[in-house]
């Protein structure tokens, strides 16, 4: 009996062990490498991840923080000693002493080194597809790996080659990476398609051309980043000239008559853009272009009572004295790049109700009291006939109502120049009316790389190859004379470096071209306001010192940019 | 002459405990236990039966040894000799007790049992005339812990027999007041382990590590094993600490393995500490029916000291502010702060046959949080059964626990933020008593109206055990269990008007099931000179744990809750509304076997060995040996030591390597997925449907193997004076190597920002010195009394990190984001501060803080280490008093050496705020020559000393005279109490205690000692009662 018993417990016990038993091999559930993807499927599934950072790319902490808020463009001051402080990064950035840790640099490199990973994961992907779109697609994600590396040069100095995804990739500097950079696009450039075919979101001809223009523009630059002069070598302004000559004859682009229009909602469509990030506000779009300056009491939807904006960078006052000073005596309104009102009420103060469908801020550079729909208890004021009451605002959600959303010329890092409504502010890109926060939801395509900044390009190529001032000239009052829907600026008389440098501030403003222009144009090491630092290395950031720490393995392999 | 045999006792209303039982009694009990009879079984008394029948009253009287005074409140139960008619009685003061109505010439067995005591019983009393009063029963003082039995992982043995680092704590020594889990029953009590309620929510999170935390990562957290059921750490959803779901009246005993050589038989998940929790098990013997019921009452134990209005007005003025006058004067604080109730019922019946024992219980928690709308209620079920077969050679055990927790939490930060800014001459009401609104602030009264959180959690857990005897000394067990959890979260945001929200509803699902089959076979054999227990085995787990998540938005304002009816929802989008969630499944797969060798009583040898494969390794690392090794030498039983003071002397030594597995699941596999989101997704045709972007969502490692925590522990336990004073010493040194950790590759450009690696070379070191002390006396007069006390010095360091610093800790408030608080360097603690060293002010009265680099820029550059957030002295010292019926306990604990960021402070607390109009703390108005202008950055300006000593709990109890009140036929015993919960703080804190611990982690890197609105304590005071039938 006891002995059948031991065997019954044993036996048992044996099938509650074998049950047991596992190789414990792991199974997913969540994820695959089979997922049954039609062909189709599977090359646009490789494809989109290469263009699919680019919003986190182009935002206002990563790539504008660090192309704007680094130069004479855009200030950050620690708001009122509450807000955008920050740890300080903002001032850091401003008077070129970011450290490497910032987080802002830290973001931005990690955006380029994963979208450079995504492009050698989709050509490496690409080579057993059987799609039509194969060929093109692979020119397209080798293309965007040419960009990002060229971005990464613009940067941080270096760039990456990488073609096999298992082995360490190459790390080139100078000359060595303006040439891979270069014959990278050269070889794509044949397969790849116009704009009218695959629209301004992808790499397409005429973008192509405009990155070509760009590298060989900055070509003396990268070459020698930290030289006292740069030798803009003929050969290399033939080749700006050779493809900006390539953009303007295509007829793939051209000049928007409207200037504000390049940046509205829809301007998916205007045919000034030649390359864009493709935002949808369902989708992947932010707003933080049209966001981030504005004041935390700008509501600018009528729909939505809690976007706002958040009192973020102004411009400088030396900025805006280089409007004051090309216009004189004539307020710099007269540009139609630098302002335009779409509120009537700030020049007919009785015009206090507004139709919904109507209620737009004002665009261009904001300056003095705002006015816009007024806030109490989270909820906008309506007119007795159920418009939109609109007035001057103040600083009620900061506890402030007394304090009106004036915004002064004077911004710098004093108390008086850090609070919230100091320093002229930006509104370039327009609000997405769909924005529920502010912050999300964005429409716009935000601007790589547009018609205007292809005739500027050619202008300041003539005039550094053989100081072609009158060339130079007539490809800026081209552009200037293309903004007829409002009246366009004067015609310029006279042009060199200096004033070509000063009409790209007033075209390309906040568009994120301002750190290379002022590098290129020997202004970086200028004073300006809370501005002193003259050190060269800062030319370009730091390396992020986690990457430098993640690499500390391989001795010598990432090497940290001299200075920091 | 003793009979000797071990048994558990319950007794239900006194505290539950488990001691070795002594028959020593009066004059008749001496003749009758001359034979010794094991216990439970009838046998014949020596004495001749008398002739006559009638009714007489028993009494009798009980002493402790060593005293003629009477003890009263002992509990003394009489039934017949089969077990049956049981009644029960308490000692008066004069330590007598009585039973009327009893038959003479009939026999009784009478128990006598009171806590601290050895349980004594008297067997087959054959109640005359003439003894009727004779019984004299003297209790001893349960001895030294030296034979007390400590569970130690699949076995257990007595104290005397250990040789690694064990920590028992029973029933009787638990933390007293409104306990939530298991871990706050033992804060403070157990040297060597950390315990932080880092919130005073209901049901909030704890963290707990032994021995200092040796990994980086969050996942330091001890191993638990539930009467033998090991539990998965992970989360069961909510912010809630998942081991709440265990009644801690449930508790029977809660034992710590400290060292690596006790906690190697759970080999790959040993790294951290292991707590084995046993339930109560009902006795043979009649059945034990106890009810305890208690209120308690909870206020908020230290309010923030904000400004009063008319304080507000005048300080702001000072400051040239201009400020609203709402003519009020509110304590912002009491309007979102109430008295909180809880009412807690347990309900336990234990008791069986020789055959069958059964414990169950049912017990009700309903806790209010001191901030409004922040509740838990809980119910727990337990029922565990033991039931012998086949001659005993059969054993077969059932636990059974179901629980279903239901936790509601409304925005907490957000209100607290609120109180403490606002304006407090703003009314929270208005004139029709509505909830006022503010244009500059948001009314804390409606943030808790508007948002609210409520988790639901069920979950059960069972097991069965059987094991068989398959010859003498070798028992085969099997022990199979299942621990299921489910939860749902709704996160429900109400639509308003004024200020405009659309509302939404969040829906989350978590389901935990977690599966264990263990096989295993325990042999033991004693002689005179040799004892040897071996035990191997086989263990298979299979955790499983699912979530998911869905949100809608937009809900018109109605009294329809959207929780009830999700479908009211009108917008719907992949930006605002995607889906989300996960599921894993984990397996271990262990094979585990240990050898306890004993010569002569006195030279202990153990080994131990497990073998542990996880599903997480990489084929090439599948399995990971954990071994151990221990020795101890009780000194005290050598000849040479038999006239020292020492009545126990044992010297312990033991070296181990135990591992941490706690990574996540599908490390070793690169993986993609292919989802329409706005980070993989792009548009690339002018629609609007967008092609689903595949991409890498991490990188392989396939060569992931353990952390590895390599112990050595040298440790003395002594008792002097016949047991009165005892104590252990233990130094340890604990090296955690072969850091799991997220890094960054060599090379940039990879698919995935991250990949997870052993880094080689680095180290977490803790090292230490714990003390444990305890003394206990009785006086002449009855009066007995015990002081105890621990202490734990223990220093933390980082060793070979090829990391500058890895940086955690993010600060939170406005113009504070980016800013990182705590950092990981080498040579420093984990959780050491890493900040900028606040100097004073400029002469324009703005922060100055040291140019470490002198290169006259303040910047990341400059930070320094700061200080620790990791306590290097714990301590916690204890007393207890009693006296006739009465019982005083009191509990402190305490920690220094300690720093505690106030990130409270630094986002809300200094003078530009209340130039703004934003209250503040009497801190922020400190320092005259700082200007009005002066922004708060990160820096050491904000970091206190975190060192407190609290008297955690209080207690003071009576035990009724059943007898006395004529109510002892229907309730045995009955004892009242009022317990005081966080009574008493003291501290250089400023903060709402400094006990406490943001989790404020970066990228899975923990984060230590923050403060950012947390959750504030309470004070509680609670009434019980403890009934027993």
């Known amino acids: 009996m006891k002995k059948k018993l031991s065997t019954i417990f044993a036996v048992t016990g044996l099938l509650m062990f074998s049950n047991a038993c596992t190789d414990l091999k792991e199974k997913v559930l969540d994820e695959t490498l089979t997922a049954k993807l039609s062909e189709e499927e599977t090359v646009n599934g490789l494809l989109a991840p290469t263009y699919a950072l680019l919003p986190n790319l182009f935002q206002h902490t990563t790539y504008f923080a660090l192309q704007e808020i680094s130069t004479d463009e855009a200030i950050l001051p620690y708001r009122g000693g509450t807000d955008w402080g920050d740890n300080g990064i903002y001032i850091a950035l401003h008077g070129h002493n970011t450290t490497s840790t910032d987080p802002n640099v830290n973001n931005t490199w990690n955006q380029l080194v994963q979208s450079i990973s995504r492009c050698i994961t989709a050509i490496e992907g690409l080579k057993s597809a059987t799609s039509p779109n194969t060929a093109l697609y692979t020119a397209e994600a080798r293309g965007m790996r040419a960009y990002y590396n060229m971005v990464m040069l613009d940067l941080f100095g270096i760039a990456f080659v990488k073609d096999d995804p298992g082995t360490t990739s190459k790390i080139i500097r100078g000359d060595e990476a303006v040439k891979y950079i270069e014959s990278e696009f050269l070889a794509v450039e044949p397969v790849l398609q116009p704009k009218s075919v695959v629209g301004p979101g992808r790499l397409n001809q005429a973008a192509v051309w405009s990155l070509l223009a760009r590298l060989n523009l900055n070509a003396a630059v990268y070459r020698n980043i930290y030289g006292a002069t740069f030798d803009f070598k003929a050969e290399d302004m033939d080749k700006v000239i050779q493809y900006t000559d390539k953009v303007i004859n295509s007829g793939q682009a051209k000049l928007s008559a409207d200037y504000f229009a390049i940046f509205g909602n829809s301007n998916h469509t205007n045919e000034e853009i030649i390359f864009a990030v493709d935002q949808r506000a369902e989708l992947n779009g932010h707003n933080r272009m049209a966001y981030f300056s504005i004041s935390g009491d700008q509501f600018p939807l009528a729909e939505f009572p809690a976007a706002n904006g958040t009192d973020g960078p102004g411009i400088t006052s030396d900025f805006y004295q280089t409007w004051v000073q090309a216009y004189g005596a004539v307020d710099p309104s007269r540009d139609p790049r630098f302002y335009q009102q779409n509120m009537s009420i700030y020049s007919n103060a009785a015009d206090t109700c507004v139709a919904d469908a109507d209620y737009k801020i004002n665009r261009g550079i904001l300056r003095g009291q705002q006015y816009g729909a007024l806030r109490v208890n989270g909820a906008f004021l309506r007119c007795p006939d159920g418009k939109l009451k609109v007035g001057k605002l103040s600083y009620v959600t900061r506890n402030r109502a007394d304090l009106p959303v004036s915004f002064s010329e004077m911004i710098d890092f004093t108390t008086a120049g850090s609070n919230y409504n100091t320093g002229y502010r930006v509104e370039k890109y327009e609000f997405s009316n769909k924005s529920n926060t502010g912050r999300n939801r964005g429409e716009a395509d935000i601007v790589i790389a547009r018609l205007a900044d292809i005739y500027l390009m050619r202008a300041e190529a003539k005039l550094r190859k053989s100081n072609d001032a009158a060339g130079a000239l007539a490809d800026v009052n081209l552009v200037r004379a293309s903004r007829t829907k409002t009246l366009a600026p004067p015609a310029l008389t006279t042009m060199n470096l200096d004033l070509l440098f000063r009409e790209r501030g007033f075209e390309f403003y906040w568009e994120m071209l301002r750190r290379p222009d002022m590098i290129r144009f020997g202004k970086y090491e200028g004073k300006w306001t809370e501005k002193t630092n003259t050190d060269v290395k800062k030319r370009i950031f730091p390396i992020p010192q986690t990457a430098i720490d993640g690499a500390s393995n391989l001795p010598g392999y990432l090497k940290q940019n001299d200075g920091y | ?1029």
């Open chain 2, 1 to 1029: 002459m003793r009979n000797t045999s071990t048994l558990s006792v319950r007794t239900g209303i006194i505290r539950n405990c488990l001691m070795q039982v002594t028959a020593v009694c009066g004059l008749h009990a001496i003749a009758a236990a001359a034979i010794p009879v094991p216990e439970g079984q009838p046998r014949k008394h020596v004495e001749t039966s008398m002739n006559k029948l009638q009714e007489v009253t028993l009494t009798g009287k009980v002493t402790t040894e060593g005293s003629s005074e009477g003890l009263p409140g002992v509990t003394v139960v009489i039934s017949d000799v089969s077990g049956n008619n049981k009644q029960g009685a308490t000692t008066n003061e004069s330590g007598s007790f009585s039973f009327a109505n009893l038959q003479t010439g009939q026999r009784y067995n009478l128990e006598f049992s009171y806590i601290g005591f050895e349980k004594q019983s008297l067997k087959d009393f054959l109640l005359t005339e003439s003894n009727a009063s004779s019984i004299v029963v003297k209790l001893k003082e349960a001895a030294s812990n030296l034979s007390e039995v400590v569970v130690v992982g699949y076995g257990s043995a007595t104290k005397k027999d250990i040789t690694g680092s064990v920590k028992s704590l029973k029933s009787a020594e638990f933390n007293q007041g409104i306990i939530n889990s298991p871990e706050q029953l033992l804060q403070g009590k157990v040297s060597g382990v950390n315990i932080t309620s880092a919130t005073g929510e209901p049901g909030g999170k704890t963290n707990i590590t032994v021995r200092g935390p040796g990994g980086v990562r969050t996942g330091s957290t001890p191993l638990f094993v539930v009467d033998g059921m090991a539990l998965d750490n992970s989360g069961t959803g909510g912010d809630t600490n998942p081991l709440n779901f265990l009644n801690p009246q449930d508790i029977e005993s809660i034992d710590v393995l400290k060292d690596a050589s006790a906690t190697a038989i759970y080999g790959a998940r040993g790294a951290n500490g292991v707590i084995l929790i046993t339930t109560k098990k009902g006795k043979s013997g009649t059945a034990q029916v106890t009810y305890s019921g208690s209120l308690g009452i909870s206020n908020v134990a230290r309010p923030l000291d904000v400004l009063s209005g008319p304080e507000f007005l005048a300080e702001a003025t000072k400051l040239g502010a201009t400020i609203t006058d709402g003519k009020a004067n509110t304590d912002w604080q009491k309007e979102i702060f109430r008295t909180a109730t809880t009412h807690n019922h347990n309900v336990s019946v234990g008791g069986g046959s020789d055959k069958m024992t059964y414990y169950a219980s049912f017990g009700a928690q309903k806790q209010q949080g001191i901030l409004k709308n922040s509740q838990q209620n809980r119910y727990t079920g337990r029922m565990n059964l033991s039931q012998k077969l086949f001659d005993d050679r059969v054993t077969l055990d059932f636990n059974l626990n179901a629980t279903n927790t239901k936790n509601q939490r409304p925005n907490i930060q957000g209100a607290i933020g609120s109180a403490l800014t606002i304006n407090p001459t703003y009314a929270p009401y208005d004139a029709n008593g509505q909830i006022a609104q503010y244009q500059d602030f948001t009314n804390p009264l409606f943030t808790l109206q508007q948002y609210k959180e409520e988790l639901t959690t069920n979950r059960v857990l069972a097991s069965i055990s059987p094991s068989v005897k398959i010859i003498d000394g070798l028992i085969y067990k099997l022990n199979f269990g299942i621990d299921n959890s489910t939860a749902t979260q709704d996160k429900q945001l109400l639509p308003s008007t004024i200020p405009a929200e659309i509302g939404r509803l969040e829906n989350y699902g978590l389901r935990n099931t977690n599966r264990l089959i263990e096989n295993y076979l325990t042999y033991n054999l004693n002689t005179k000179m040799h004892s040897l227990t071996a035990l191997l085995g086989h263990s298979y787990q299979r955790i499983f744990i699912q979530s998911r998540n869905f949100s809608i938005n937009k809900f018109p304002i109605s009294d329809i809750e959207p929780i009830y009816n999700p479908g009211l929802g009108q917008d719907l989008s992949l930006a605002l509304n995607q889906p989300g969630g996960f599921a894993t499944i984990n397996e271990l797969q262990s094979f585990f076997g240990r050898a306890s060798y004993g010569f002569k009583d006195r030279y202990l040898l153990t080994a131990t060995l497990r073998i542990d494969g996880s599903s997480k390794f990489g084929s090439n690392n599948k399995y990971g040996s954990f071994p151990s090794f221990s020795a101890g030498w009780r000194i005290s039983e050598e000849p040479f030591m038999k006239s020292s003071p020492f009545s126990e002397l044992k010297l312990r030594a033991g070296w181990g390597s135990t591992g941490n597995q706690e990574i996540p699941s599908k490390i070793t596999q690169a993986r993609f997925t292919s989802v329409v989101s706005g980070t993989a997704s792009y548009p690339l045709d002018g629609g609007t449907t967008y092609p689903a972007g595949t991409t890498y969502t991490r990188l392989a490692n396939p060569n992931i193997q353990w952390e590895v925590s390599k112990q050595t522990d040298l440790g003395l336990d002594f008792g002097l004076f016949k047991g009165a004073l005892s104590g252990e010493i233990d130094y340890f040194r604990k090296v955690s190597e072969k850091m799991l950790l997220e890094v960054i590759p060599a090379d940039p450009v990879q698919p995935a920002g991250t990949f997870w690696t052993n880094v080689p070379d680095m180290q977490i070191i803790n090292q230490g010195l714990e003390l444990d002390l305890n003394y206990r006396n009785t006086l002449e007069n009855g009066l007995r009394y015990s002081l105890g006390g621990n202490i734990t010095f223990i220093k933390n360091r980082v060793e070979h990190s090829p990391y500058t610093v890895i940086p955690s800790g993010s600060a939170q408030g406005s113009g504070l984001t980016s800013a990182t608080i705590n950092g990981y360097i080498n040579g420093e603690a984990i959780g050491s501060f890493y900040l900028k060293e606040f100097i004073g002010f400029d002469e324009k009265g703005i922060s100055k803080f040291r140019d470490v680099d002198g290169n006259g820029i303040v910047n990341d550059a400059d930070r320094v280490v700061a200080g620790t957030a990791l306590p290097t002295r714990m301590y916690n010292f204890n007393g207890n008093v009693s006296f006739k019926g009465f019982d005083l306990s009191a509990n402190f604990n305490g920690v220094a050496g300690n720093k505690v960021y106030d990130n409270t402070a630094n986002s809300n607390f200094y003078k530009l705020k209340l130039s703004k109009g934003v209250n503040v703390t009497p801190e922020a108005l400190e320092s005259p020559e700082e200007s009005v202008n002066n922004s708060a950055g990160v820096s050491t300006r904000y970091l206190k000393s975190g060192a407190y000593l609290r008297l955690n709990n209080l207690v003071l109890g009576y035990n009724l005279n059943t007898a006395k009140l004529g109510i002892s036929r229907w309730v045995q015993t009955a004892r009242i109490s009022v317990t005081g919960q966080n009574l008493a703080l003291w501290t250089k804190y400023n903060g709402y205690d400094p006990e406490v611990n943001n989790d404020r982690s970066i990228a899975g890197i923990t984060s230590y000692g923050i403060d950012y609105l947390s959750y504030p304590k309470a004070k509680t005071v609670i009434f019980s009662i403890n009934l027993g039938f």
